[in-house]
C-alpha cells in the first residue's frame, strides 16, 4: 500500500482535528518538538509505536484503526522471544499496550498486505528489527524458521525477525494482514 504512512498522518490528523485539539497541544502530550508532531500528522511517518498507541487511547479508537483505517481486536497474541530459541507464549485478550511497551519509541514501518491463495509462499527472509502481525480476514500462515503458526482474523505474532519467515495465504479465500516492522 504506497500512500500508507500518508493515510496514517491523516487519520491521526482527523481524530486530533474532531475532538478539538489542537498540534501544539497534542505535541506537549507526547513530549515531542511541535515540528516533529506535524511531520507526523502530514507524512504518517517515522511515528513511534508508543505514540500511535497513546493517540489510540487518547481518541478512543482500536490501534489497528489508526494504522489500517480498520478496527481489529486482538484475540491471541503469539510472542516468539527474540534471542532466546524457540518459545511461543499464548495470551488471551488484548495486548496493544504490551506490543507498544514492547517496541518502545522505536519507529515503526507497518504495511498492509493482502495474500492471494494463488499466491506463490513468500521466500524466507530475514531482517533487523522486530515484526509484529495481525491478522485482519482470512488465515495467514507465518513460516519462521521450521515452524508454522495458522493465525485467523485478530491473531497475532511478533517475533525475531532475524530468523528466516514469510508468509503465505493458509486458506481459499484471500487473507488481509498488517504487518509492523520497528527498527
Not at 534471542?83 to 507464549?89: I, K, P
Not at 488484548?94 to 507498544?100: G, I, P, V
Amino acid at each position: 500500500m504506497s500512500n500508507a504512512f500518508k493515510e496514517i498522518g491523516l487519520r491521526i490528523q482527523g481524530l486530533r482535528e474532531a475532538c478539538d485539539v489542537t498540534r501544539e497541544e497534542m505535541a506537549a502530550e507526547l513530549e515531542v518538538p511541535v515540528e516533529t508532531y506535524t511531520e507526523w500528522e502530514e507524512t504518517g511517518s517515522d511515528v513511534p509505536i508508543s505514540a500511535i498507541y497513546h493517540l489510540a487511547r487518547k481518541f478512543g479508537v482500536e490501534f489497528t484503526e489508526i494504522l489500517t483505517g480498520t478496527a481489529a481486536k486482538l484475540n491471541t497474541y503469539h510472542l516468539v522471544r527474540a534471542g532466546e530459541g524457540v518459545e511461543v507464549d499464548r495470551y488471551p485478550g488484548y495486548y496493544f499496550e504490551d506490543l507498544a511497551w514492547r517496541f518502545a519509541d522505536k519507529i515503526m514501518q507497518p504495511l498492509l498486505v493482502t495474500l492471494d491463495p494463488s499466491d506463490e509462499p513468500a521466500k524466507l527472509v530475514t531482517h533487523g528489527g522486530q515484526e509484529f502481525n495481525l491478522v485482519l480476514e482470512g488465515t495467514v500462515v507465518v513460516v519462521w524458521g521450521d515452524r508454522e503458526f495458522h493465525l485467523g482474523p485478530g491473531d497475532s505474532i511478533y517475533f525475531n525477525p532475524q530468523m528466516p519467515h514469510g508468509q503465505r495465504c493458509g486458506s481459499d479465500v484471500p487473507a488481509k494482514f498488517v504487518t509492523i516492522i520497528a527498527e
